[in-house]
């Protein structure tokens, strides 16, 4: 990517990275530790035209578990709909399109605004 001055990276977190005590400390520590490498190498990259960019989804529902995706539906603010690995994916295609462009050292939550909840 350097030589071509050019490209994108994009790093999977969690929105745990805004959100927290509902997940082990180790987890927590992993999914900071991406968001601020994104932030580093953006810095460090940006200079070749590279824009790093990191994907915060709240938990996936599988199809098959039903009673997972009933209580992740209940817990998040946005009601009437189910994040599936198809939403996260069509938010990833997004950012590391032509689209997103000027779009770089980005922690993008897919929550359906879940981290926003008060306690």
Do not use: W
């Not at 824009?51 to 997972?68: G, H, L, M, Q």
């Not at 399109?97 to 897919?110: I, M, P």
């Amino acid at each position: 990517m350097v030589p071509q001055k050019g490209g994108t990276i994009l790093l999977t977190g969690s929105a745990v990275t805004a959100n927290y005590g509902m997940v082990p400390h180790v987890y927590t520590a992993s999914k900071h530790a991406v968001v601020g490498l994104v932030k580093n190498l953006c810095v460090e990259l940006g200079g070749f035209g590279i824009r790093v960019n990191c994907i915060s989804p709240f938990a996936v529902a599988t199809p098959d578990e039903k009673a997972f995706e009933e209580m992740f539906s209940t817990m998040g603010n946005l009601k009437g709909v189910v994040l599936k690995s198809k939403d996260v994916a069509e938010v990833a295609l997004n950012l590391v399109s032509d689209e997103s462009r000027y779009l770089s050292g980005l922690n993008l939550l897919v929550d359906g605004g879940f981290c926003l909840k008060s306690a």
